[in-house]
């Protein structure tokens, strides 16, 4: 049984760069019949970070150039790790501030885009 979901079936992201807010506004709508979970390191923190080493799930592209998102360790979670769950219908939101990016201008230039990649799953 497979209990990944996709973007475009289940859920969409609407992404708004707010150089007045300084960063980039979030909101995830669900599409899905079932409620589904994002684990904690796939949307971000109320601080605007996403736990990651390596490989970024969230980058900002801005023209030929990519501006990952800074590393950041949120800790390790063995069991019963907290996820966000989106019912059918629902919406949940998030923020990132530009300054959660390497190298990234304040305010980027026009046209960058954020792109982030969360792994959604059915809730057991």
């Given at each position: 049984m497979d209990l990944a979901l996709q973007e475009g079936a289940d859920y969409h992201?609407?992404?708004v760069n707010d150089p007045q807010a300084g960063g980039f506004r979030l909101e995830l709508v669900s599409s899905a019949s079932r409620t589904f979970c994002l684990a904690n390191n796939h949307w971000p923190s109320a601080g605007g970070w996403?736990?990651?080493q390596g490989e970024p799930q969230v980058w900002v592209s801005s023209g030929d150039r990519r501006y990952p998102?800074?590393?950041h360790n949120m800790g390790y979670c063995m069991s019963?790790?907290?996820a966000a769950r989106?019912?059918?219908g629902q919406s949940i939101?998030?923020?990132i501030p530009y300054d959660r990016f390497v190298g990234l201008e304040t305010p980027p230039m026009e046209g960058a885009e954020l792109?982030?990649?969360?792994?959604?799953?059915r809730c057991r």
């Open positions: 992201i609407e992404i996403m736990d990651h998102m800074i590393e019963d790790c907290p989106v019912t059918p939101t998030a923020f792109h982030i990649r969360p792994i959604a799953y």
